[in-house]
Nanobody, 122 residues
Framework: QVQLVESGGGSVQAGGSLRLSCVAS????????LGWYRQVPQKERLGVAV????????YYDTSVKGRFAVSQDNAKNTLYLQMNALKPDDTAMYYC???????????????WGQGTQVTVSS
């Protein structure tokens, strides 16, 4: 049963923008906190932007601060990642994750989406 569905990835030139979306099932959205993670081949999956509690507090990796913005639409059970000023180093598979609120640790994620590829060319 698919519970997290990402969309919005693609190819863009450096400096461009993309917006990722993650639609969650009602159960997932109401039970867990959600976040975005990314992974490149041969490297571990790392947190990019996470809304880690019910007050809406957000974590951003230092490499994306000021460029990426995570948000959610409760009416649509959807998490977004607005990515601006993209760099080639942002190239990765981006995953939506559902985690227990209060953590951003990758290994503590309970559910993962299938991923959406983001490729930034120089």
């Amino acid at each position: 049963q698919v519970q997290l569905v990402e969309s919005g990835g693609g190819s863009v030139q450096a400096g461009g923008s993309l917006r990722l979306s993650c639609v969650a099932s009602v159960f997932i959205y109401g039970t867990y906190c959600l976040g975005w993670y990314r992974q490149v081949p041969q490297k571990e999956r790392l947190g990019v932007a996470v809304i880690y509690n019910r007050d809406g507090e957000k974590y951003y990796d230092t490499s994306v601060k000021g460029r990426f913005a995570v948000s959610q639409d409760n009416a649509k059970n959807t998490l977004y990642l607005q990515m601006n000023a993209l760099k080639p180093d942002d190239t990765a598979m981006y995953y939506c994750a559902a985690l227990p609120c209060g953590t951003i640790v990758t290994s503590e994620a309970i559910h993962w989406g299938q991923g959406t590829q983001v490729t930034v060319s120089s």
